[in-house]
C-alpha cells in the first residue's frame, strides 16, 4: 500500500510534533504496520496539544481509520412534550394584556 506524499509528511510532522511531548515513535513502523499505528495514534492524541491533536485526526482521516465528514450521530428522541393545559385550568384560561 503506497502513501500519498502528503500523508508521508503528516506522519513526519506529528513524528516530530510527538516526540516534544516525549512520545516518539518509528515512522517507518508507523506507515506500514497499521495496528501499531492505531496504537500509537492513541498514545500520541493523549494531550493537551491542539497541533498534535489535529494532526493525529488528520492521519487518522487519511489513513481512513475515521471519517471526519461523517454526519453526526442520531440524538435520543426528545422527552414527550408536556400536555395542553386542560380547559378546566383557570391559570391557562386567565387573560394576560399586551405589553407595551
Known amino acids: 500500500m503506497a502513501m500519498e506524499q502528503g500523508t508521508l509528511l503528516k506522519i513526519a510532522r506529528l513524528r516530530t510534533l510527538s516526540a516534544r ?25 493523549d494531550t ?20 471526519l465528514d ?12 408536556p400536555a395542553a393545559p386542560s380547559p378546566t385550568d383557570t391559570t391557562a384560561m386567565r387573560y394576560i394584556g399586551r405589553l407595551r
Open 70 to 81: 461523517a454526519p453526526p450521530v442520531a440524538s435520543p428522541a426528545p422527552a414527550a412534550t
Open 21 to 45: 511531548n516525549g512520545k516518539a515513535f518509528d515512522v517507518v513502523r508507523f506507515a506500514t504496520d497499521r495496528q501499531f499505528a492505531r496504537e500509537t495514534l492513541t498514545q500520541v492524541l
Open 48 to 67: 493537551d496539544d491542539e497541533q498534535v491533536l489535529m494532526l493525529g485526526l488528520e492521519l487518522m482521516d487519511a489513513l481512513k481509520m475515521v471519517t
